[in-house]
């Protein structure tokens, strides 16, 4: 069987040298990193991290609980992550919670029992059970997308994208182009996600001067069947709205659906907006305006912020939010061509360990 120490004499280096490339414990010269990596290649050793694990007491494994991971928001949030853990020298174990409590906690539990050393989670709506399981069996955890209650002890390490300032950039630009009755298309009650988008629609109502009226709001529930539903109830309400906010992706698509169903043409007989950039959004007819979300860099920050965790305890938990942007296309009235990029939320991150 080959040994570290073959692999440091065919690539000229020290046995500490491969054991830095093989556990990332250090920064090494990418043409040492090569040397190394050619040589275990051409040996074909195979290291041994389940005795590393033993003698550590880390796995250098982690867990990663996301809800509906073909949904491509949530798709480029795994990239993100998968991408630092590589980088990092770590494994990735992937469960999806299907936005249920109890299997939430259930996979979270599994998860652990699977020795990870922690474990990032996009939550449910009623995240009591599992912060509580958390706590007691001291598992270090990093909440991403959806955030838990703050005042819940003890405090988590948490990175979302900023909500509530986007939505409100959407309100008055469309507010701006003339519209009066703007609706929105909400997510599932409960979940942070949905509470912020709301918010930043009432202050862009506020902001434009326009009152807000609770028939111009309904939840979808942060799927596209519930969107089409809730798009149908709105458009069959005594006053029409003339604009309409998806407050996700997948609710983007049950709008289309209900608008198209309805007879409605984009943007001349109600505008549309969307909160979540598509890959394809420029492909529809007309282009789509949308926020664009920072997902794997949400990803990525999570991932450090749970290695930060593992290697210093007790240092105080963290918020982060990032910035979004707004794309400008064409299915909210504005002409051809517009496609301007703004910046939409806050620019003051709090630091993260590389």
Known sequence: M???????RRAGVSVATVSHVLNATRPVRPATRDAVLRAIEELGYIHNSLARSLVTSRTRSVGLAVSAISNPYFTEILQGVEAEALATGYGLLIADPHDDPAHELSVVRMLHERRVDGV???????PSALVDYLGRAAVPAVFLDRLVDESDQPAYD?????????????????????????A??????GLSTTT???EGYRKGLRAAGLPYDPELLAHGNSAS?????ATERLLSGSGRPTALIAANNAMTIGALQALRDAGLRIPEDI???????????????PSLTAVRQPSREVGRVALRMLLDRLDAPERAARTVRLP??????TSCGCPPGAGAVGAAGVADVPAVSP
């Open 196 to 198: 912020e988008r709301i």
């Open 2 to 8: 080959r040994t570290m120490a073959d692999v440091a």
């Open 184 to 189: 929105m298309v909400a997510g599932l009650a």
């Open 271 to 285: 505008a549309l907006v969307s909160f979540d950039d598509f890959e394809w959004a420029d492909l529809f007819s």
């Open 324 to 329: 979004c942007a707004v794309v400008h296309r």
């Open 225 to 229: 069947e519930g969107a089409r539903y």
């Open 158 to 182: 948490q990175v979302c994208a900023e909500g509530a300032a986007p939505v409100r950039e959407l309100v008055e630009h469309l507010a701006s182009l003339g519209h009066r009755r703007i």
């Open 120 to 126: 990032i989670i996009a939550p449910s709506a009623e």
